[in-house]
């Protein structure tokens, strides 16, 4: 029974849409704690750290997949980053989706579709362990962390910087796999599941 | 093939982002009991005999559709959820099955008032019961009665036979609840619910990642 309260998401096939390369984009961290020891840093000059990410769509088998950037050979996040202080969240989004996966072109100004933020989650700590609340008797939450979900248009082109593979990840295989996604990318098929896939075939 | 694009009509306007709700402490709230609801019992109807009923219905009238409420209520700085007991084991939130053609806002109202006031499921609702219905938050998916639920359709090839969707109740600044004599009604953190599924399964205890979008107003004095 199709409701009228479901939004409805277009999803193309991952054959539409087209991979090149560019130039590599290194980690600011080598290793975890040096990312901590680093947002502890920043936290002191510029206070709580919000970072957007985004939600790319596509569909192969009639299956919704996510766009993932791979670091190395286990390592997977989405596209996204810190936004700098002050920064509007659509804008730096934006901005990060460029540097992460646009053509460096200027006469291809990219027009990403910013949509729905579908979940938040929030670091108490200078630790890797995050919630999809602010925990109770946490005033100083160190990062809040925003995941949006990015309308792509019918074909698009991507460029993707080389030393990072993009992957195209169905939510079957994403859906209660924390040990392999971790549980902000694990737990996006329950955060997608209110929408109204339509699959938009070849 | 260029980077032209045409202008999508679906990036969310400006008042999807809102996503506030407000929530009023639980001291609010007045809690009493009433003889259970007539009808097959939860308690007596075996395995057997309810899997033979769904089974009949699924071939009468094919996709089982139900409809729950996710009530939020404030305590201790912290949201907490409205969930059934039942026979001090199975926890499960207020809402049930939507009649054959029923739409679902007039069905979730239906079903809440059945579990949390007065009003008998098959009284006829005269003055009905005011629910403030919002958005649906999140849907999950069987592919066989007895199996798990998913948060996505199952293959194509595979008919789903029951859809479960969630939906964001807008409580009053306070109210009654009445709940049946064989439920409790409790309040739950959500911090107790997060990833807990061996206690609460799998649908209660992904509520907290649903709910994370939203920004908790408390209201108190």
Same mark, same amino acid.
């Given at each position: 029974?199709?409701?009228?309260?479901?939004?409805?998401?277009? /999803?193309? @096939? #991952?054959?539409?849409?087209?991979?090149?390369?560019?130039?590599?984009?290194?980690?600011?961290?080598?290793?975890?704690?040096?990312?901590?020891?680093?947002?502890? /840093?920043?936290?002191?000059?510029?206070?709580?750290?919000?970072?957007?990410?985004?939600?790319?769509?596509?569909?192969?088998?009639?299956?919704?997949?996510?766009?993932?950037?791979?670091?190395?050979?286990? $390592?997977?996040?989405?596209?996204?980053?810190?936004?700098?202080?002050?920064?509007?969240?659509?804008?730096?989004?934006?901005?990060?989706?460029?540097?992460?996966?646009?053509?460096?072109?200027?006469?291809?100004?990219?027009?990403?579709?910013?949509?729905?933020?579908?979940?938040?989650?929030?670091?108490?700590?200078?630790?890797?362990?995050?919630?999809?609340?602010?925990?109770?008797?946490?005033?100083?939450?160190?990062?809040?962390?925003?995941?949006?979900?990015?309308? #792509?248009?019918?074909?698009?082109?991507?460029?993707?910087?080389?030393?990072?593979?993009?992957?195209?990840?169905?939510? $079957?295989?994403?859906?209660?796999?924390?040990?392999?996604?971790? @549980? /902000?990318?694990?737990?996006?098929?329950?955060?997608?599941?209110? $929408?109204?896939?339509?699959? /938009?075939?070849? | 093939?260029?980077?032209?694009?045409?202008?999508?009509?679906?990036? !969310?306007?400006?008042?999807?982002?809102?996503?506030?709700?407000?929530?009023?402490?639980?001291?609010?709230?007045?809690?009493?009991?009433?003889?259970?609801?007539?009808?097959?019992?939860?308690?007596?109807?075996?395995? !057997?005999?309810?899997?033979?009923?769904?089974? !009949?219905?699924?071939?009468?009238?094919?996709?089982?559709?139900?409809?729950?409420?996710?009530?939020?209520?404030?305590? &201790?700085?912290?949201?907490?959820?409205?969930?059934?007991?039942?026979?001090?084991?199975?926890?499960?939130?207020?809402? +049930?099955?939507?009649?054959? +053609?029923?739409?679902?806002?007039?069905?979730?109202?239906?079903?809440?008032?059945?579990?949390?006031? &007065?009003?008998?499921?098959?009284?006829?609702?005269?003055?009905? %019961? %005011?629910?403030?219905?919002?958005?649906?938050?999140?849907?999950?998916?069987?592919?066989?009665?007895?199996?798990?639920?998913?948060?996505?359709?199952?293959?194509?090839?595979? !008919?789903?036979?029951?859809?479960?969707?969630? &939906?964001?109740?807008?409580?009053?600044?306070?109210?009654?609840?009445?709940?049946?004599?064989?439920?409790?009604?409790?309040?739950?953190?959500?911090?107790?619910?997060?990833?807990?599924?061996?206690?609460?399964?799998?649908?209660?205890?992904?509520?907290?990642?649903?709910?994370?979008? &939203?920004?908790?107003?408390?209201?108190?004095?």
């Amino acid at each position: 029974m199709v409701s009228s309260s479901s939004p409805v998401v277009n /999803v193309y @096939p #991952l054959a539409n849409y087209t991979f090149g390369t560019k130039e590599p984009k290194m980690e600011k961290d080598t290793s975890v704690a040096d990312r901590l020891a680093r947002m502890k /840093v920043n936290y002191m000059k510029e206070g709580m750290r919000t970072s957007v990410e985004a939600i790319l769509l596509v569909q192969e088998h009639n299956h919704p997949h996510i766009l993932l950037l791979q670091i190395g050979n286990t $390592f997977c996040k989405l596209p996204g980053g810190r936004l700098k202080p002050g920064e509007n969240e659509i804008e730096g989004l934006k901005r990060k989706l460029c540097s992460k996966l646009a053509v460096n072109s200027p006469s291809f100004p990219p027009n990403w579709q910013v949509g729905d933020c579908v979940a938040v989650w929030w670091r108490p700590n200078f630790e890797t362990v995050m919630y999809p609340y602010c925990p109770p008797h946490i005033t100083k939450p160190k990062e809040c962390k925003k995941l949006f979900i990015v309308h #792509l248009s019918e074909r698009e082109y991507f460029a993707v910087p080389r030393n990072l593979k993009l992957l195209a990840v169905p939510l $079957f295989e994403l859906y209660d796999n924390v040990q392999r996604y971790g @549980p /902000v990318i694990s737990t996006i098929p329950q955060q997608l599941s209110r $929408f109204q896939f339509n699959m /938009v075939s070849s | 093939m260029g980077l032209e694009m045409e202008v999508m009509s679906e990036a !969310a306007p400006a008042a999807a982002r809102e996503h506030g709700l407000d929530i009023y402490p639980l001291t609010r709230y007045y809690f009493g009991a009433r003889d259970a609801a007539a009808g097959v019992p939860r308690g007596l109807e075996t395995a !057997a005999d309810r899997a033979l009923r769904l089974k !009949a219905n699924f071939a009468a009238h094919g996709l089982r559709t139900s409809v729950h409420g996710v009530l939020l209520v404030e305590l &201790f700085d912290h949201p907490h959820l409205l969930l059934l007991q039942v026979r001090n084991s199975s926890f499960l939130l207020p809402g +049930g099955r939507l009649r054959p +053609g029923e739409e679902e806002v007039q069905g979730l109202k239906r079903k809440l008032s059945s579990k949390l006031s &007065f009003v008998d499921d098959d009284q006829a609702i005269e003055e009905e %019961d %005011d629910w403030q219905i919002g958005e649906c938050i999140g849907m999950w998916w069987r592919s066989e009665f007895e199996a798990i639920p998913f948060p996505y359709m199952p293959p194509s090839f595979r !008919a789903p036979k029951e859809c479960i969707k969630l &939906f964001l109740i807008r409580l009053p600044m306070s109210r009654q609840f009445i709940v049946p004599r064989n439920m409790k009604l409790l309040a739950v953190p959500l911090s107790q619910i997060h990833g807990n599924a061996q206690v609460y399964g799998p649908i209660i205890s992904g509520i907290p990642n649903l709910l994370s979008k &939203f920004s908790f107003n408390v209201i108190s004095d």
